[in-house]
């Protein structure tokens, strides 16, 4: 069965302040993108049993989104036999301290989300360390937006996936997963997984841009780091039967070619990985 690394609740428009959604909706030449999430829509596009989902909201001040964890805990309670809840801290904000021991001890939430770009921070700063304690001591996987956006004011600069080998390094018993397959950073998200035992990375909210996922998962085949490689969607913006069909469908861009294929058993591999074992969850 499928485990899905990565899927979002929050209510739309309302967690989002209206410069994020202006600049969605011109990264799509004008059509606003419906990111309304609906348990029964999500499950409609599934043509196979998910085993579970994990899911999160989202904290970034600096580039206006806000979902309060209260919300993620309700979704949750709405479907506990197939969903996990992670809370989410912007540290640059006062209080996430208190955030992180609420959202584990009151809420039951099983492991954190950061936007270290939407919110304009470095995980490797010094600062954290105290985020990156509590989870080492609470066994909470951290699951790190590391991939490109079009928000004007999110700092690439803090999305490089390099920074989480220094974390890695300081703190190497938390679980990590870096999102996105690091994108367009792929190579830095490839070398840091293979160094390190207890990070990963997901390939969620990539399949619509095939080519670029294909070599990406080339370096992850060159490297022999597939079984770092989680399953995500990145839902609403696409879905579990959209990813499923993208990950099987790019061998057939090099028929005819002496490309080389990626190893379809692989692909499977990752489909169905247990990502919930791996991560402790």
Known sequence: MIVDIHSHVWEYPEHFDNEFREQL?????????DLTVRYEDYTALCREPVRATVVFGGKAKLSGLWVDDNYVAECVAAHPDVRIGFMSLDPTQPGWQDEMRFGRDELQLKGIKLLPMYAGFRPDDPSLDPLWTYATEHQLPVLLHAGTTTIAAA????????HLDAVAIRFPSVKIIMAHLGHPFENQAVVVVRKHPNVYTDVSALHYRPWQLYNSLMLVQEYGVWDKVLFGTDYPFTSVDASVDGLRGLNGMVEGTNLPRLIPDEIEAMIYRDSLSLLGL
Do not use: I, N, V, Y
């Open 25 to 33: 909706k011109q990264a799509r030449a004008g059509d606003e993108l």
């Open 155 to 162: 700092p690439l600069e803090r999305t490089l996936p390099l």
